[in-house]
């Protein structure tokens, strides 16, 4: 049951309708982690920079997430600038410094290399590949991707993804990646591209589980008080993969239960900035939003029809 | 039981990428009715002209409808006239003729003021408003509008709200009542404003159902071939009510299936241009997609949180 992700610790800068946060905890391996830690123990591979500040290491380790990993490098930590309007839904970027990240090169340390559970975030699909290298005998390997890298790296992301079990994209990533509009024909495509599972995210209209045989829908959480969206894909993909891990096995069940607790996950981050809700967020709060999603989806069985 | 329903049946010319039908049936009386004829036997309230097809009558007769508050005036027929794009989320209107619809003035029979289920489509709020003076004493009072009188006739819209019980949207125009961008609090503000129950429809993306007390999030059945979106609004409005008129009772358990039915009837009417899917469906496919509707959503309760 050992979940391993690689991906970005960053500091962010993000300004919403409600506000403006500069060089707050942000990045992708950050959000994962912190959201998957409620569930199952977790190993970072990722980098930082001389200025990171340790206070938020020892949060992560606080959780019982694993650093050995993470690695200080000479430089300036990953930063992201983004801005969000109104609708909440999709930022702008404003600035992006690489930093310490330009020269990323994931190496595990030889413990991580047992994991069985393996999230790649939204890295350059070559690094992704690497990893995969390194990890003996995976049970599961989830990858993350973005527009960039569909349309920069299209070659070398085509290569992972034969070597993925399961993709997390959104609805504009997915129909990017195959060229067909309709998300049924699109989660089709991918299927046929190497994973046998693919996680649509929908935003705030909530995501999409395709198997060969089966789908799934799972609604977002209605919440009349969105602050911050940023991490919430994240959130969601370390909910879903952190429930899997403890699961006994990877079946339809498994997964549904595994997007509907990524969705709670991710429910909590959008209510305050950067991390700052699942900082505070505990278990019994977590069992009550899972049994408000049973309730928010719930309905009966048909009666006769008459008519 | 008696389901009352006042719009417009209609004639319409739709381009989509998969081809184009010229006057075809049409209008919300006739989804409507069509689409709530296979559970209620349901009376309709509209005006045709000179050239309206007698076939097309024939066809909701044979279904059921009961017409006798269909008159038919000199002149010709309401005619719309719409484009879709690949994404067929929105229709581009390219003309609408109001016709014989112009000078419509909804006149009930005597025995349709019995009616104890009323959907009021998408006609003026003053119209929508005479309607309801003529119904003796209603269970519930349905009624749909769009962004021409939201923005158009505000005063009387509001007006009508106050009287009716559940509101049809879809969420742009619920943005654009409440001047609330985010959904939760523009459905709050629409319980406000009159109605006990809103219903959100969100295309392809489902629908939301809005009481004081509870919200249910309803799927769109995921279609890989959406040939026409044509009516699905008006579809779904009529499974949904068609459905709540033979439940013996309006509580949040009889309106969450009343949602999953019109979700259920919407998807067979993209399937195919115009009427045609609605037309050959039979009440075993209706079923059978029930449950799949069912299996769609389903997901097992939470096990133990371990980590």
Redesign the interface.
């Known amino acids: 049951m050992s979940l391993l992700v690689v991906g970005s610790v960053a500091l962010d800068s993000v300004e919403t309708p409600f506000g403006l946060k500069e060089d707050v905890l942000g990045g992708s391996a950050t959000y994962f982690s912190t959201s998957a ?5 977790t190993q970072v591979v990722a980098v930082v920079g001389e200025d990171f500040p340790q206070a938020h290491l020892d949060f992560l380790k606080a959780r ?1 997430v694993d650093l050995e990993g993470v690695t200080r490098e000479k430089g300036r930590t990953f930063r992201w600038k983004g801005r969000y309007g ?2 909440l839904n999709e930022a702008e970027t404003l600035d992006t410094q690489l930093n310490v990240f330009q020269s990323f090169s994931p190496r595990l340390p030889e413990k991580y290399r047992d994991a069985q559970y393996v999230f790649l975030g939204n890295i350059h699909p070559e690094l992704q590949s690497q990893v995969v290298d390194q990890v003996k005998a995976p049970k599961l390997v989830a990858a993350d991707t973005m527009n960039f890298w569909i349309n920069g790296s299209r070659p070398a992301l085509l290569k992972t993804l034969k070597r993925v079990n399961l993709l997390f994209v959104n609805d504009g990533e997915a129909r990017q990646l195959t060229g067909e ?5 699109a989660a ?1 495509a991918i299927l046929d591209m190497g994973p046998q599972r693919v996680v649509i995210k ?1 935003g ?3 995501a ?1 589980l395709f198997e060969k045989e ?6 977002a959480m ?5 602050f911050d969206p940023t991490g919430a894909g994240d959130t969601f993909a370390g909910g879903f993969m ?1 429930t899997l891990a ?2 006994s096995q990877v079946n339809t ?1 498994t997964l ?2 595994a ?3 990524g969705s709670v996950m991710a429910s909590f981050t959008v209510e305050k900035f950067s991390l700052e809700r699942l900082r505070e967020v505990t ?1 019994s709060e ?2 009550a939003r ?2 408000d999603f ?10 006769p ?3």
Chains 1, 2 share one sequence.
Do not use: W
């Open positions: 830690s409620f569930f199952a123990p019982g109104f609708q509009h309709n998300i049924v024909r089709r929908r705030e209209y909530g999409l089966h789908t799934f829908a799972c609604p209605p919440i009349a008080d969105v952190g403890i699961a069940e549904r239960r997007m509907v607790m278990r977590i069992r899972f049994s049973k309730r928010l989806t719930h309905f009966e069985d048909l009666g029809l008459e008519g």
